[in-house]
């Protein structure tokens, strides 16, 4: 299956700042999925991004607060503008495992703490 | 729209005893249906899916997971539970041709000497 590298591992930012998260894969996909995964609840898509096109974001989240780029088929990153305490989750990046119809990988997370 | 309930947001068990982690999915279409293990301070990982082939789906550390139409449900068994098997598990489904996981709310697996 596909490795996915995410950095940072977790950070603590100042309210007002933005945060940029990368996700880098070791092999070529096609589509890579950002989620959120707010202090002790389940885990909520926040956009699909896709090479050469922009991000498809889910109901409640907006670019301008999380800007996506997708510059290549093995890296992405998710940026989280203009930060407030209510942004502190893990942020995970995943993507389908090339070979595996519907196997999808998750990165070890982002552990943001916005202060 | 989909969703997925899991049924109980802690569960308790002893070292060799059986494990049985709920979920039950709402689907108009038939679904795809994952399982997924989270430890902590660490990402998700696939313990099994199904993907309308065999109702009876084994996954890796023994896992194993049924599903059942008639109930729509998919819910994830382990015959003996090992300390190690203490972590945060997830149901997730997926409509057949999209992408899009949606999960549930997950279920903190204690498991006591």
């Known amino acids: 299956s596909a490795v996915i590298s995410q950095k940072p591992s977790r950070d603590i930012c100042q309210r007002g700042t933005s945060l940029t998260i990368q996700c880098q894969v070791d092999s070529q996909v096609t589509m890579m999925f950002w989620y959120r995964q707010q202090p002790g609840q389940s885990l909520t898509l926040i956009a699909t991004?896709?090479?050469?096109?922009?991000?498809?974001?889910e109901s409640g989240f907006v670019i301008d607060k999380f800007p996506i780029s997708r510059p290549n088929l093995t890296f992405s990153t998710l940026t989280v503008s203009n930060m407030s305490p209510e942004d502190s989750s893990i942020y995970l990046c995943?993507?389908?495992?090339?070979?595996?119809?519907?196997?999808?990988?998750f990165g070890s997370g982002t552990r943001l703490t916005v202060v | 729209a989909q969703s997925v309930t899991q049924l109980g947001s802690h569960v308790s068990v002893s070292e060799g005893a059986l494990v049985l982690l709920r979920c039950n999915y709402s689907s108009s279409v038939p679904p795809y249906l994952f399982w997924y293990v989270q430890y902590p301070n660490q990402g998700l990982q696939l313990l099994l899916k199904?993907?309308?082939?065999?109702?009876l789906v084994k996954g890796i550390n023994g896992f194993e997971a049924e599903f059942k139409k008639s109930e729509t449900s998919f819910h994830l068994t382990k015959p003996s539970a090992h300390m190690s098997d203490a972590a945060e598990y997830f149901c997730?489904?997926?409509?057949?041709?999209?992408?899009?996981?949606?999960f549930g709310t997950g279920t903190r697996l204690l498991v006591s000497p």
């Open positions: 997730a489904v997926s409509e057949v041709g999209f992408q899009k996981l949606v």
């Open positions: 995943s993507v389908e495992a090339p070979g595996q119809v519907y196997g999808y990988t």
């Open positions: 991004a896709n090479q050469g096109s922009e991000a498809t974001y």
């Open positions: 199904y993907t309308s082939a065999a109702t």
